[in-house]
């Protein structure tokens, strides 16, 4: 049964933290620079919305699909290193309790007492020993696909919903001012929730978040009111 002394350490949430704050943020401005684009080519106000929808449901899919692949692919990583490393304890294991030792050495043990933390802990769990000191894999950070990719399309289909609604509900004339001001408040309580979370300034992360969004609205904006003027 594991000890706990009464601590909380952030990087227990940093894995499903990534994937949530990455998700909003992509739902957030994507659909957000997505319904700025089509109304400055002067969309009807039906078509913006229906851009909207298929915005969220294409964004969200297609973030499931990427973060459950590339997440994936780190797990695959992982289990590769452990099951050579579970071979290696098997072919040479006073070996690889001088490789531990070695570790414990490097970072500050006396030779000695590495010595004795390694076959210590390798008698406790080899392989969890040489994971954790050795490939850097540990429990809190391990890779988790379906978490990964679940928290990305949900976090994502939130955040686009919110300029979505706005833009349900606004009048056409207002719309672009509307639906690219509140998008702004919505990612600048992102930024400054996700930095709170994390440990970070508040300021600084809500201040870094809404810059880029203002900057990939405005871009996008033009790109639309460009390609409607020459269409």
């Known amino acids: 049964m594991p000890i706990s002394n009464g601590e909380r350490h952030r990087t227990k949430q940093i894995g499903w933290l990534r994937a949530a704050v990455l998700g909003a943020n992509d739902g957030i401005l994507s659909t957000a620079s997505l319904v700025l684009g089509v109304a400055a080519a002067h969309a009807t106000h039906s078509n913006v919305l229906v851009a909207g929808v298929a915005g969220l449901v294409a964004g969200a899919m297609s973030m499931a699909a990427g973060e459950y692949v590339s997440v994936h692919s780190q797990a695959d990583t992982e289990q590769a290193d452990l ?4 071979k290696e304890l098997k072919a040479d294991d006073e070996g690889e309790h001088k490789e531990l030792a070695a570790i414990y050495v490097a970072r500050g043990l006396d030779p000695s007492l590495a010595k004795q933390v390694a076959q210590q802990l390798m008698a406790h769990d080899a392989l969890g020993a040489h994971a954790r000191d050795e490939l850097g894999i540990s429990k809190n950070l391990h890779a988790r696909p379906i978490q990964a990719a679940l928290t990305s399309a949900g976090s994502f289909a939130v955040g686009a919903a919110m300029p979505l609604l706005v833009t349900a509900v606004v009048p056409e ?22 930095a709170q979370v994390g440990g970070a300034g508040v300021t600084v992360g809500a201040v870094r978040v809404t810059f880029w969004g203002a900057l ?16």
């Open 83 to 86: 099951e050579r490393e579970r």
């Open 173 to 194: 004339a207002s719309l672009t001012y509307v639906v690219s001001g509140t998008s702004l408040f919505f990612l600048a309580l992102l930024g400054g929730l996700a």
């Open 216 to 231: 990939a609205m405005a871009i996008t904006a033009g790109v639309g009111t460009l390609f409607g003027t020459v269409v």
